[in-house]
């Protein structure tokens, strides 16, 4: 595909990995001389300060944002939203558009995407990411695109070094993405849970965490080890800077979803859903999915939290429990 001189790019759901994406893909366009990227966020408020530090400008509606865009970017929580602002996007966007979406979803939900865009004969890529909010800021996500070639082979064209430091071509079939995504997110759930359970062991034999840490520095120099490792390790759950309990329950169902359908047991991310729906019950919504080591500590008889106190209170047969509501803190039991 040959790509107009001047492109317009817009984005779609800024929440805490769009608008890091977003901002480096205004800096991209702005080194291009291309126009202000166009912004679209259901909740306006969150993006307004965007248009000040970025080379963008926040759209009045999606409508308008469809209607101008050569190239639209989007980010969204999960499948329903993203099926809902696609049949938005479709509808008003210009014939040959291109999508690249980077929620995560399920294949299924990836392939349903592309056939609503091929229907008004626009492109639809799978490009799922890998790397915390703090990855997206720095562009080091890994990218996967899956798709047809013609769109591919333009967003593959900046999406390295502008969104992240290497990207992972899975071809033509929409899905394949989407669907390494959910492969990869076992992984990382699966060390999550791991992680979680080696640190309530060492911890319940008296063993220095700080030194376990070290080893897992030195043995295992993987960014999901050391940096789930750290906040496992400090009980540092804060969700606003990571992936939030709701999102890792979402993808841990995807995983459980594949494993049912192709008759494969995930006893793993089983065990990890039942220690993220503790941490809910116990933290709240906001937490980060690490805090699925709270669930197995509360399993092992340690407190669920140590360091900051998530702790909300519950109401069980009428009486107040302790800790805290709407994050103000009532009393932290200790
Ligand atoms: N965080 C991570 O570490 C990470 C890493 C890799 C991939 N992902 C994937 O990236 C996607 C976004 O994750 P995130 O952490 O950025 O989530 P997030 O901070 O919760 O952002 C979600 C985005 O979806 C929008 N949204 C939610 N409900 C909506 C609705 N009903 N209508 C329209 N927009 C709606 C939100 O808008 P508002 O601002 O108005 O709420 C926000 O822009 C997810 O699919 C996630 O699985 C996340």
């Avoid at 769009?18 to 679209?40: C, D, E, T, V």
């Avoid at 400008?57 to 602002?85: F, P, Q």
Wanted: hydrophobic share 40%; proline share 4%; glycine share 8%.
């Amino acid at each position: 595909m040959e790509a107009p001189r001047q492109l317009q790019f817009g984005f779609v759901g800024l929440g805490n990995m769009g608008s890091q994406m977003a901002h480096n893909l205004s800096l991209y366009a702005r080194k291009q001389q291309f126009p202000r990227i166009m912004l679209w966020n259901r909740t306006r408020s969150k993006i307004e300060h965007m248009e000040k530090e970025s080379h963008c400008d926040v759209s009045d509606s999606l409508a308008e944002l469809a209607g101008r865009c050569h190239v639209v970017h989007t980010c969204l929580a999960n499948d329903a939203v993203a099926l809902d602002i696609y049949r938005q996007l479709c509808s008003n966007a210009k014939k040959g558009t291109i999508f690249a979406d980077h929620s995560t979803l399920y294949p299924d939900t990836s392939d349903e995407l592309q056939a609503l865009s091929k229907e008004h004969s626009m492109h639809f890529l799978s490009c799922p990411v890998f790397g915390p909010p703090a990855a997206a800021k720095s562009a080091q996500l890994l990218v996967t695109l899956s798709g047809d070639s013609e769109g591919r082979d333009l967003v593959k064209s900046y999406i390295v070094p502008t969104l992240g430091k290497s990207a992972l071509d899975c071809g033509e079939a929409t899905r394949k993405a989407a669907l390494l995504k959910i492969l990869g997110n076992n992984c990382i759930l699966g060390t999550i849970e791991l992680l979680s359970e080696s640190f309530t062991l060492a911890e319940k034999t008296g063993f220095e965490v700080d030194l376990f840490y070290e080893f897992i520095q030195q043995w295992f120099p993987a960014a999901a080890w050391v940096n789930y490792g750290k906040k496992i390790r400090d009980g540092t759950f804060s969700g606003a800077t990571g992936f939030t309990i709701p999102g890792g329950m979402k993808d841990a169902a995807f995983i459980r979803r594949l494993g049912a359908e192709t008759s494969t047991p995930t006893p793993i991310i089983d065990q990890a859903w039942n220690h993220l729906t503790t941490a809910k019950a116990l933290g709240g919504e906001s937490l980060d999915w690490s805090a699925c080591a709270a669930g197995m500590r509360v399993t092992a008889g340690l407190p669920a939290f140590k360091g900051e106190d998530f702790s909300l209170s519950v109401k069980v047969n009428g009486a107040e429990k302790l800790g805290k509501q709407n994050g103000e803190h009532v009393n932290n039991g200790h």
